[in-house]
């Protein structure tokens, strides 16, 4: 096991090191940069502004300089749009997304997984047909369509809840809108799961011998049909527990990926890579705690 954990976690900073230099690399290759629309752009002060942020040597000095200041000194830099550091901007903001992204992950986790339970429970009946119907919509509706629709409707025409509130924002609509694509992905994960669990032969013994109809399917069914959901849960967990991009702008959330998407527009280098490293090691993680849990789950995955 632990031959496996070292092979995954040296696959893993591999990944990680291929993503930040993909990301560094093309975002160095869009023409333009973060100073060109500066109002004192003069060629004195941009030069004094690139000198600073080390824009003026060759992409490939600037890459390994990146590097060596994140990973060996934990300094990633500040922003070239307001100054901050960015390590200190990703603290303050991650506690936002990570309450909103942790709340969305467990109503996902648990709505998917009971309503998919249901489903195939009562399979080719109406409340299967019906949680179909819905998990189909939830996965055709993109997450920034579904946000704006609530915030028109519970927002804007009922006026249910506040369209913008300071310090203390409201997060049912943002976590139903960040949590259900997930929670339909699970749904559909865990319906055709259980099916085939079902229709095992051990079930029809279990049954057979009088094991309660709770015991069969909490204790033996549920058990080996989670196992797809937890292969979904670690790239999940890492999406929700950042946020979405998309939601935390639509509903005015100050987490990090309203950061991020600030950061992209203002073709702020620093923001960018900072936020980019943090998702890619958020995500590597992740997975590689989901598949040691794999073997907890169930013992007979053999890791050789």
């Known amino acids: ?12 900073l591999l990944t990680v090191f291929i993503v930040i230099a993909i990301t560094f690399f093309t975002m160095h290759a869009i023409p333009g940069g973060p100073f060109n629309k500066e109002k004192a752009s003069t ?23 990146y590097m060596e200041n994140a990973f060996l000194k934990g300094d990633f830099g500040i922003s070239t749009k307001n100054g901050r550091e960015i ?16 709340m969305s992950a467990a109503v996902a986790l648990i709505s998917g997984t009971v309503f998919g339970v249901i489903a195939a429970l009562y399979r080719n009946r109406w409340p ?77 013994t279990a049954r057979a ?4 109809s709770k015991s069969v399917l909490f204790k033996h069914a549920l058990r080996n049909a989670i196992l797809p959901v937890i292969t979904y849960l670690g790239p999940m967990l890492a999406y929700t527990l950042t946020g979405s991009m998309v939601v935390e702008t639509v509903f005015s959330i100050g987490g990090m990926g309203r950061e991020f998407v600030q950061g992209i527009l203002n073709r702020d280098y620093s923001m960018i890579m900072g936020c980019t490293v943090f998702l890619a090691c958020l995500m590597v993680v992740m997975n590689l705690i989901c598949d040691i849990v794999y073997k907890f789950v169930d013992p007979r995955i053999d890791f050789s």
Do not use: H
Not at 1 to 12: E, G, N, P, T
Not at 43 to 65: H, I, M, Y
């Open 1 to 12: 096991m632990w031959s496996y954990i070292v092979k995954r976690v040296l696959l893993a």
């Open 43 to 65: 060629p004195a002060v941009k030069a004094v502004l690139e000198s600073r942020f080390n824009l003026d040597k060759p992409v490939g000095e600037q890459f390994l300089l």
């Open 87 to 102: 390590s200190e901007t990703m603290k303050n903001t991650f506690g936002i997304s990570a309450k909103l992204g942790g």
């Open 128 to 204: 299967d047909r019906l949680i179909i119907f819905l998990t189909t919509f939830f996965v055709s509706v993109p997450s920034f369509v579904l946000a704006t629709m609530l915030l028109l409707i519970f927002c804007l025409k009922l006026g249910w809840f506040p369209v913008f509130r300071a310090g203390d924002p409201s997060y049912v609509l943002p976590v139903l809108s960040l949590s259900m694509y997930p929670a339909a992905y699970i749904t559909r994960l865990t319906k055709s799961s259980m099916l085939d669990v079902l229709g095992e032969d051990y079930i029809r």
């Open 209 to 212: 011998k009088g094991v309660s």
